[in-house]
């Protein structure tokens, strides 16, 4: 004969009074605090002040945004148009959502920094938004802009961003450490 299985009773274990296990009372709390907020938010629309938070976006950008609110990601640029990266994968390595795929080329050309981003991806439906990825850029090369233009999406193949996407959307070129100018090769020896 098999023995019923049994719920673990702890030492611990919270016991709930007459008054929780009436849970009517505790309905009633609740919907006095939910009503509460409704009579005061309708009290101030009729009055003619600001109920409720609500933004009707994209028309409107709600007011109360932080200063250096975290939105849309920006590939800098360098003054010949091409990204600032360096394809270090330093914020691929930090991003705690993983959603950045960074290939990297090879230019021997550029003496300065010979490696280039390929293809540089960010896949917007695991993006948290936290901004480690821009604290982690040892070049600068990649900033978040407060607008998110068309950024919600019902397909998710639509909400990965390319190379191009990011570094033509909103051009920046300002970056806090420049980039060096390629050394001339033209055969003389002066200055």
């Not at 994209?58 to 920006?74: L, S, W």
């Not at 982690?136 to 407060?146: H, N, S």
């Amino acid at each position: 004969m098999s023995r019923p299985d049994r719920r673990r009773r702890y030492w611990n274990e919270p016991t709930m009074g007459w008054w929780e296990r009436a849970y009517l009372f505790e309905i009633l709390r609740g919907l006095s605090v939910t009503g509460g907020v409704f009579t005061r938010n309708l009290w101030r629309w009729m009055t003619g002040r600001k109920g409720a938070l609500t933004t009707y976006y994209p028309e409107e950008v709600r007011k109360d945004f932080a200063r250096h609110n975290r939105g849309k990601h920006v590939l800098t640029q360098r003054p010949d148009g091409s990204p600032q990266c360096v394809a270090c994968n330093m914020c691929a390595t930090v991003c705690p959502a993983r959603c950045i795929e960074i290939e990297a080329i090879f230019d021997p050309a550029d003496e300065a920094h010979p490696k280039s981003p390929s293809r540089f991806e960010i896949d917007y439906s695991r993006c948290i938004f936290c901004g480690m990825c821009v604290e982690a850029c040892p070049e600068d090369a990649i900033r978040m802009v407060p607008e998110v233009p068309n950024l919600p999406s019902t397909d998710r193949h639509h909400m990965w961003l390319d190379m191009d996407e990011l570094l033509n959307w909103r051009p920046q070129s300002d970056v806090a450490k420049p980039y060096p100018p390629a050394p001339r090769r033209d055969g003389g020896d002066a200055p």
